[in-house]
Structures are given as C-alpha cells and as structure tokens.
C-alpha cells in the first residue's frame, strides 16, 4: 500500500493566515467564509510534537465530515457550500492538501471545550481516584478505571493558548460564562450527540470513551458545531474486542502516543520529543483503521 505523504504546514500564499494551531490552519477566505486545513501535526500534553503523522490530517477530517453530515439533524454545523476550487484555484496547492482542508462559515466560538465522557479514564480517574467525582460531579464509589459510567457526564473545560493546559470547569462556571439558557442547551446537545455517535460506534466494533465538542454561534445567536467531532484527535475510540475495566485500554487514537511518551524523562513542556518511525507508523495505521471501522472506507 502506498504510504500517505505528511504535511506539516499549509502554504496558501494567496490567502491570509489567521492562526497556525496546534493542529490546524486558519485561512480568510472573506467576511463570512474560513479555510480550515487540517495538517498531520500532533500535539500531546498540549505541546506540538516534531514530527507529523502522515496522512493524520486527512483522516481527521474525513471523519470529522462524516460526523457532520450524520448529525446534521441534530445541530447545524459550520461546513459551508463554497467549493475548494472556487477558493484554492491552484490545482497544485489543491493536490497537497489532499482531504484536509474545508471551507466553513464565519462564527464567534464559544470560550469553552464541550467534555462529554461516558467512560472514567484519564483526567477523570485520576480526579475520582482523589475525590469520588468527576470535575465536581459525584460518582457511585467502587467504579474502576475504564468502566462505563452509569450515565454520560458533562465536564467543560477552559481554551487554552497554545502550550498552556486546558481547565476543567464546573457547570455553574460554565453558566457564567456562557449564561443560563446556552449553557443548558450546550450541555443538552453535547450530551445528545454522545448517545447517539457511541450508540452508533459500538455496532462498528468502538467504544467512544470521551470527547469534546467545540460550538460557536452567528450573529443572530443560532449554535453550530465547529472545529471537528468525534474523531481520533478529539476522543477517545477503544475497540470493543479486548477492552476490560482496571486498565487503560488500547486505542485507535493518539492515547498510544501518550503512553509511549509517558515512558520518557519528558517534562511535557516544548519541545516536545522525536517519535520513532515505528511508533509514527503504528499511530498512522491506528488512524486510519479507526475511519474504516467508522465509515467503511
């Protein structure tokens, strides 16, 4: 099988770059439009690592469409009728990006990350294993790491910069932040999605421990899903087969890189350490295996 090509950085020189993330692109296409490319960086502990991920971004967004497109009945999202010609006319430019770049609308994000985890595992274990909750949220005692929560919960967190650390946030925080009546339907709809994708993804052979959505809002006030959902990079996907409580199951998503760094002497701060060529392999080929088990493709 041909191995995909990496792409570390976009180059569009004739659009103006708004941002380079931690893993994405920001391109002004005019007013109301945005190009958004999806690179095959990978950050981990909040920190971009050296080395891309071939093809890694390619498959982030075609989940990330996937998504888009089976939960368009349950909230508007950000993708936009502007084809990818009308905005990048070089035929050469298009070639290299590939799959990973879209063109969304225009929309004010909302300054908080949408946590829904059904799984305690992660930030979450280590949290209950000091306190019984989760982010403020109370849990039956005796649960074990990895073990499906009784029902999914709602944990936001803050946005941060690039190399600082997301906040987990309680919901009366959230409330602050956002007001009552958005809050309250952020949760609702976050919570809904969840149901639904992990409903979905569990005949496909995954579980989706956790995720987190992002959400931004038009000047009228209407909510759309932004960024990405529900992909390797912004959830946790575990294969049924050969998953158990009281460890920290293998994962189709960047969790591998995680462990593998957790062997090092790193301080989690940039710059971030090189990877192998055989853990950049395995974590490419455990992208792509988690979007042909998803889509089918």
Known sequence: MTQPTALFESNLPHLKLLTRGKVRDIYEVDD?????????RLSAFDVILPQPIPGKGEVL???????????ADLIP???SDL????????????????????????????PIEAIVRGYLIGSGWKDYQKNGGVCGIQLPEGLRQAEQLPVPIFTPSTKAEIGDHDENISFAQTRDLLGEALAEKVRSISL???SEAATYAQKKGIIIADTKFEFGQDDDGKLYIIDEMLTPDSSRFWPIEGYSTGISPPSFDKQFVRDYLETLHWDKKTPGPDLPSEIITMTADKYREAERKLTGN
């Not at 967004?61 to 939960?71: C, D, G, H, P, Q």
């Open 32 to 40: 109301q439009h945005l190009l958004i490319v999806t690179t095959d």
């Open 61 to 71: 967004t075609r989940v990330a469409n996937f998504w888009f497109n089976r939960t």
């Open 77 to 79: 999202n950000h993708l």
């Open 83 to 110: 084809s990818l010609e009308e905005v990048v006319p070089d035929a050469a430019q298009r070639t290299a990006l590939g799959d990973r770049a879209i063109i969304v609308r225009r929309l004010q994000p909302l």
């Open 192 to 194: 809904k999605i969840y």
